[in-house]
T-cell receptor
Framework: DIQMTQSPSSVSASVGDRVTITCRAS??????LAWYQQKEGKAPKLLIY???TLQSGVPSRFSGSGSGTDFTLTISSLHPDDFGTYYC??????????FGPGTHVEIK | EVQLLESGGGLVQPGGSLRLSCAAS????????MNWVRQAPGKGLEWVAG????????YYADSVKGRFTVSRDNSENTLYLQINSLRAEDTAVYFC??????????????WGQGTLITVSS
């Protein structure tokens, strides 16, 4: 099974800061990676798919990069509404989709 | 409006059964594969089951195989999850989620609001 890890597990940043979250796969997943944002008590929201493609309607301050085993989600300038938990999802080992453990983003 | 609406959660005793439903609207339900993803209290997301567009193909996480059955009724635009032999560790919010593309399996773009199952005596 492919294992996903994320770092950091939590981050506290100020409005306007650049925030970077890393997701690492235990084996090559090419670009079969998506990123989600989840707020407390709500459903996850798709931000990025295919490692770097921005989902329709998602602000351009979000970007994704990487391939193989190492991936990055970047928020170029943190907005007050960007708090929440961010998860990566690998989809190369169908049918066994695997989420990362999550990164909690807090606004200072 | 494009949406998914889950129902059927509740408090159930260990060993009991429950059937969750997910009503789809605003899109051609039969064109998309569908999934169930759960989240235990304070924990991360776990994919548990998926079903192809026609309902013939079904997929399960190892943690639920043999106890969970996913199905769909395209005439009713509804997805189901039958859960048997419930355990305390099945306590979670259960979300239904749509594959992003009709023929794609890469990510889930539309999610319901979730329904909570609590397994306790």
């Amino acid at each position: 099974d492919i294992q996903m890890t994320q770092s950091p597990s939590s981050v506290s940043a100020s409005v306007g800061d650049r925030v970077t979250i890393t997701c690492r796969a235990s084996q090559d997943i090419r670009n079969w990676l998506a990123w989600y944002q989840q707020k407390e008590g709500k459903a996850p929201k798709l931000l990025i798919y295919a490692a770097s493609t921005l989902q329709s309607g998602v602000p351009s301050r979000f970007s994704g990069s990487g391939s193989g085993t190492d991936f990055t989600l970047t928020i170029s300038s943190l907005h007050p509404d960007d708090f929440g938990t961010y998860y990566c999802l690998q989809s190369t080992t169908v049918p066994a989709w695997t989420f990362g453990p999550g990164t909690h983003v807090e606004i200072k | 409006e494009v949406q998914l609406l889950e129902s059927g959660g509740g408090l159930v005793q260990p060993g009991g059964s429950l059937r969750l439903s997910c009503a789809a609207s605003g899109f051609t339900f039969s064109s998309y594969g569908m999934n169930w993803v759960r989240q235990a209290p304070g924990k991360g997301l776990e994919w548990v089951a998926g079903v192809g567009r026609s309902g013939e193909s079904t997929y399960y996480a190892d943690s639920v195989k043999g106890r969970f059955t996913v199905s769909r009724d395209n005439s009713e635009n509804t997805l189901y999850l039958q859960i048997n032999s419930l355990r305390a560790e099945d306590t979670a919010v259960y979300f239904c989620a749509r594959f992003r593309l009709p023929l794609g399996l890469d990510s889930f773009d539309l999610w319901g609001q979730g329904t909570l199952i609590t397994v306790s005596s």
